[in-house]
Every structure is written in C-alpha cells, then in structure tokens.
C-alpha cells in the first residue's frame, strides 16, 4: 500500500490535489484514507487505494528549466535514458526537450526574479561579476532567459546566455 505524506501532491479522479492529514483508518474502518485539499481550498475525504501520485509536472505549468530559461510545460513526462524529461515551450516559441532534473517550478505568486541559479551557484541580476580573465559582466533577464553583457556594452551588442557566459569564462566572482 502506498503512503502519501502531508502535503505531497496526489492525482484523485484525474485531478490535482495535496495531502492535508493522514493516513488514517477510514469508512467504518474498511480502509485507509486521507484527507485531500483541491482547487478554492475544499476538502475531500478519499481512500488511499483512489489516490495515485501526481506527475512532477503539469500542462501550463511554468518552470525554469537549466537554471536559465523560463517556458511552460506543454506535455510528458517521456521516458529517456536520462529519465523522465519534459516537452517545454519558451516564451519566444520555442521547445525544449527538458529533462526533470533540470527543472524548477516557478511561483507565479513570487515577485519578479531577482536571482537566478546555473550548476549550483546563484547570481543576482544586475550585479556585476568578474570572469577567470578580468572581464566583467551583469546579468539580465529578458524573454524568458538570463543573459550577460559586459557593463560597457552597448544596446547592440551580442548578448550570451548564462549559462554559456558561465561555462566558457566561469568561475565567475561577485565583485
């Protein structure tokens, strides 16, 4: 028998919920069962055997995937040989084929993103840092992507992701 932990994410009739309480013995003692929460906040009762565990994921679902790029979910999860990755579409139209342990939930309640997160260091935006040859760069963010400039640039320069700023010029240090 499966068991779920309060506020683990659960699918009940095909539809998203969250654990509030449980496990506990319910109906009359037939079986186990938990208290569910579901959209505007009602509460259901259900047993433990209606409950399966709710994808990583949704549709529409917005995510940061590579610890750069902000898309929403459009479908999977999909078996890989990396495990289980995601079809994500950006906001200039573009997709990705994602995999899970690259992505984030982003809270659409959160304010605007003032960091970001590349292989496990955070980087503030607007915030100049210094690459292994000197140069500086500030990171911004734009469509959907972290992107870095030298302070100097100009608005037509040629931007660079974060994370290709980070791979060939890192580490990069705060100054």
């Known amino acids: 028998m499966t068991e779920y932990k309060v506020d683990e994410k659960v699918m009940f009739c095909g539809v998203p919920y969250s654990i509030v309480y449980g496990p506990f013995t319910a109906f009359a003692g037939d079986c186990t069962g938990y208290l569910i929460r579901g959209e505007h906040d009602r509460h259901y009762m259900a047993r433990t055997s209606d409950l399966e565990k709710a994808p990583a994921y949704v549709k529409g679902q917005r995510v940061c995937i590579f610890g750069s790029s902000l898309g929403f979910v459009e479908s999977g999860p999909y078996e890989h040989r990396t495990g289980p990755c995601w079809l994500v579409k950006d906001s200039d139209g573009f997709y990705s084929f994602a995999p899970e342990d ?67 010029y890192g580490p990069l240090k705060r100054v």
């Open 102 to 168: 690259y992505m984030k939930p982003v809270d659409e309640r959160a304010p605007a993103q003032k960091t970001t997160e590349y292989a496990g260091k955070v980087y503030e935006l607007g915030v100049e840092y210094e690459d292994k040859d000197g140069d500086r760069w500030v990171f911004y963010f734009r469509n959907g992507h972290f992107y870095g400039r030298e302070p100097e640039a100009t608005e037509d320069s040629m931007d660079d992701s974060l994370a290709y700023v980070a791979e060939r």
